[in-house]
């Protein structure tokens, strides 16, 4: 490959000599004389053979050539670096994006559950605590609580609610059970005092199931006794 590569060389060497050779060519013959020795020396014995004159205004065209090319090179180079560079940047976007839409699906607990799966229910317990229940009608994923709580004036609406994955599957929650229901929330003393709504659901969507001034049942004995169990 190098042989036939340095017989094409030597055969367009004349013609760049004479200037007839297209811009290709004298590309080709450039970038070859710079690694090959034979084919450079066959070059600049041909250049030696031009008369002074001609000699002169040749290589003062030729390095106007040579700068050009190198600027070329230079824009080429720059083109290929910024290529490979939005190359790999587009790669890292598509990772992390993809990453992140996993995350997002299937790695957080952003997506409510619809009130309709639970129904929640409130008891005072003895120490003035307000302990929140859930009965879970058909919620079979994994899930987890929040509490959302929006200040009006020096007070709060409380928003409590299930959610899960936005792409749930159906392995069963590992949540915590009380002997009867499964506790949600237990809204201590001094903060439910502040209270005075309790929204099950988001505030988009929601029941309410407690304003200011309505009952709240006292807890059963076996709520009591599971909490006095819990503390010791």
């Not at 309790?198 to 004995?221: C, F, N, V």
Request: proline share 3%.
């Amino acid at each position: 490959m190098k042989k036939n590569e340095c017989n094409i060389v030597q055969d367009l060497i004349p013609l760049v000599i004479d200037r007839a050779a297209s811009g290709e060519s004298r590309e080709l013959v450039e970038t070859h004389i710079f690694a090959c020795e034979d084919c450079k020396k066959t070059y600049q014995s041909m250049k030696d053979a031009l008369p002074e004159p001609v000699r002169a205004v040749y290589e003062c065209e030729q390095q106007k050539y040579v700068d050009a090319l190198r600027n070329v090179r230079k824009k080429r180079l720059k083109r290929r670096i910024l290529s490979v560079c939005l190359a790999s940047l587009i790669c890292m976007i598509a990772a992390f994006g993809g990453l992140y839409a996993h995350d997002r699906l299937f790695g957080q607990h952003t997506e409510a559950v619809d009130n309709s799966l639970y129904s929640l229910s409130l008891s005072r317990l003895k120490d003035g605590n307000i302990v929140v229940t859930a009965d879970r009608f058909d919620i079979s994923f994994d899930t987890t609580t929040y509490m959302k709580q929006v200040p009006v004036d020096n007070r709060y609406v409380c928003y409590l609610y299930y959610a899960a994955e936005s792409m749930h599957g159906n392995s069963t929650s590992g949540e915590q059970s009380s002997p009867a229901r499964k506790v949600m929330f237990v809204l201590g003393d001094n903060e439910n005092q502040l209270i005075y709504e309790i929204r099950q659901g988001t505030p988009d969507h929601y029941i309410t199931i407690w304003k200011e001034g309505e009952p709240i049942p006292d807890a059963s004995e076996q709520l009591e006794s599971w909490f006095d169990d819990s503390d010791d």
